[in-house]
């Protein structure tokens, strides 16, 4: 089984900054099969990026993925207030498939 | 409009058992795999497993396999997550997620209650 490890667990980051969020494999992601997953309170979770660096249907271009192999990177360029949220990694290359512990980004 | 819609919220006793379902619209329900997602009050996803309604193969993370059910109903699109005898430690709330490139569509998820 894959584990994935994110990091930071919470980031503090006023409105405007630049986040980067760090998705790390154990093992290397198949066909780099990473996504990236916005999760607020009270929703279900909402697929940003898929294919470590494919924008899913409507997502904004300040939202933009990178990476190969066991390094994956989610950065949002410019913060709006809607995107404080949790941000999840999931590895859909083997079976089973996994998601990271999370990554909460907190307004500073 | 492609979506998941799930069964609504349940509260079960210890030990009982528990069906809930997943019916999906608007697209072509054998072709993509379906996952079904647990989340812990407070904490993080977890994917419990997925199958593909085509032909019912079924894969389980290790922590579900021999604790959880799923299964498909492909005449009716929907897919199915159940339990024999229920515990205190699953109560969770469960989406089920369709399983492209990436899970790209949600269900609105359903609350699961295991109490005394």
Do not use: H
């Amino acid at each position: 089984e894959i584990v994935l490890t994110q990091s930071p667990g919470t980031l503090s980051l006023s409105p405007g900054e630049r986040a980067t969020l760090s998705c790390r494999a154990s093992q290397s992601v198949s066909s780099s099969y990473l996504a990236w997953y916005q999760q607020k309170p009270g929703q279900a979770p909402r697929l940003l990026i898929y294919a470590a660096s494919s924008r899913a249907t409507g997502i904004p271009d300040r939202f933009s993925g990178s990476g190969s192999g066991t390094d994956f990177t989610l950065t949002i360029s410019r913060l709006e207030p809607e995107d404080f949220a949790v941000y999840y990694c999931q590895q859909y290359g083997s079976s089973p498939y996994t998601f990271g512990q999370g990554t909460k980004l907190e307004m500073k | 409009e492609v979506q998941l819609v799930q069964s609504g919220a349940e509260v079960k006793k210890p030990g009982e058992s528990l069906k809930i379902s997943c019916k999906a619209s608007g697209y072509s329900f054998t072709n993509y795999w379906i996952g079904w997602v647990r989340q812990v009050p407070g904490k993080g996803l977890e994917c419990m497993g997925i199958i593909y309604p085509g032909d019912s193969d079924t894969r389980y993370s290790p922590s579900f396999q021999g604790q959880v059910t799923i299964s498909v109903d492909k005449s009716i699109s929907t897919a199915y997550l159940q339990w024999s005898s229920l515990k205190a430690s699953d109560t969770a709330m469960y989406y089920c997620a369709r399983q492209g490139s990436g899970m790209d569509v949600w269900g609105q998820g359903t609350t699961v209650t295991v109490s005394s």
